[in-house]
């Protein structure tokens, strides 16, 4: 067992850091800007505006390609978990919140860059450890970096992927549809306008219209199909009175190529369509816009950076798999889509575990991970790829 990796994890899990405490994950990314400092490493613990990212880099002695290894400081709540922050050891597996999402993976990326100070592989570029914070709220920590120049050539994610590389996953928007109607007296219902059959009919629609179109011309390879969830419909105060408002919020979930905007107004043709466009309605979008959008991640077009992580993965693991598609949605999409260059996602654990009040991830998978992350992030074939990805987009080839 890598008593150092586990006793790091246990350490960070036992730092409480999540959006409903008051300082939300500052105690985290301070406990792990100490631990870092003292491992002897040059780390770098960075206030934005009172969220705090953390980040350590490791710079070869020739230029090349910017490699990011970069996770997320805070977890979900404890909730019901018991001993949620003691970091417990039972059949192979580390218990704790934030075992598996992801204190692992930051004691985990923590120790790869240990690796990298302590034995100076001659690599051409560079590797950072960003730590950022509020993945769980709305990716706040990523944004930051992005709107002061975040630069990587390649980022790789850390969250529980069963060790498998993710190469796309969809994007989120949450859209509501307002529906508004006439009140009147329940014994009289034919003297107002009942929303709530409004809504009905739009739901309707949905089910019988809008999915089985995105279930047949929506679809991607690593994904399936796109999709929308009606996960809360409500009208009316009470029995006696017709409804005048019915409130519709959705769930859409994002395939390469489709964005908020778009979904939106699907869904408000939807709503028209259903009423033959003589309800009234408004719509809004409520997370995923333009301004903070959460879009999809695809890094399928960047087929030969994926063969050599694949090749890199194999040679820890024994066995070549191929790049999967992931039903959650993480941060690695955020640099992928605002700078173009490759993102994928990869960690020890299973997302089932995530979240849940019996967290874990098994031992030998975190320690398999820091092997997996130092094999990628050391390997020529995968920075002689990134490379060759300059030269086809026309700029000069970093050296």
């Given amino acids: ?76 709540p404890p909730y019901e978990m018991p001993e949620a922050f003691r970091g417990s050891i039972e059949d192979g597996k580390l218990y704790g919140r934030g075992a598996v999402d992801v204190r692992g993976i930051l004691a985990a990326m923590s120790m790869v860059m240990k690796q990298l100070f302590a034995e100076q592989p001659k690599i051409c570029g560079s590797v950072r450890f960003l730590a950022v914070s509020d993945e769980e709220s709305g990716s706040y920590g990523m944004r930051q970096e992005l709107k ?4 990587a050539d390649l980022t790789i994610v850390g969250e529980p992927t069963d060790l498998q590389i993710g190469a796309a996953h969809k994007g989120v928007a949450w859209l509501q549809v307002d529906f508004r109607g006439k009140a009147a007296h329940g014994s009289v219902p034919e003297e107002g306008h009942n929303a709530v059959y409004d809504g009905t009919r739009f739901v309707h629609t949905l089910i019988h219209e809008v999915i089985p179109e995105l279930k047949q011309n929506r679809v991607h390879p690593l994904l399936g199909a ?69 879009p999809p991640l695809d890094s399928t077009p960047h087929a030969e950076v994926l063969q050599c992580l694949e090749e890199a993965l194999a040679e820890v693991t024994g ?9 959650f949605w993480t ?62 987009e026309g700029r000069h080839e970093i050296k």
């Fill in 148 to 151: 002061r120049g975040y630069a």
């Fill in 1 to 76: 067992m890598n008593k150092d990796l586990i006793e790091l994890a246990k350490r960070l899990i036992a730092v409480p850091g999540y959006a409903e405490l008051e300082e939300k994950e500052t105690k985290t990314a301070q406990a792990l800007h100490q631990e870092l400092c003292g491992m002897g490493l040059p780390a770098e613990l960075t206030d934005h505006d009172g969220r705090y990212n953390v980040s350590c880099e490791y710079r070869g002695k020739l230029p090349g390609p910017a490699v990011v290894l970069c996770t997320h400081l805070d977890t979900v």
């Fill in 319 to 327: 066995s070549r798999k191929p790049c999967i598609g992931l039903p």
């Fill in 226 to 294: 796109a999709s929308v969830n009606v996960g809360r419909m409500d009208g009316g105060t009470r029995p006696t009175i017709v409804p005048e408002l019915c409130r519709i919020q959705l769930d859409r979930r994002l395939v390469p190529g489709e964005d908020a905007a778009r979904a939106m107004e699907e869904i408000r043709a939807a709503a028209h369509k259903a009423n033959r466009g003589a309800a009234d309605f408004e719509t809004e979008i409520l997370l995923g816009d333009e301004s903070r959008p959460f």
């Fill in 331 to 392: 941060d690695a999409a955020l640099p992928a889509y605002f700078t173009g260059k490759p993102a994928v996602v990869i960690g020890p654990g299973n997302i089932a575990q995530a979240h849940s009040n019996h967290e874990y991830v098994e031992i030998r998978q975190l320690e398999d991970s820091v092997k997996v992350y130092y094999a990628m992030v050391t390997s020529k074939a995968v920075r002689d790829a990134l490379n060759q990805e300059v030269r086809k």
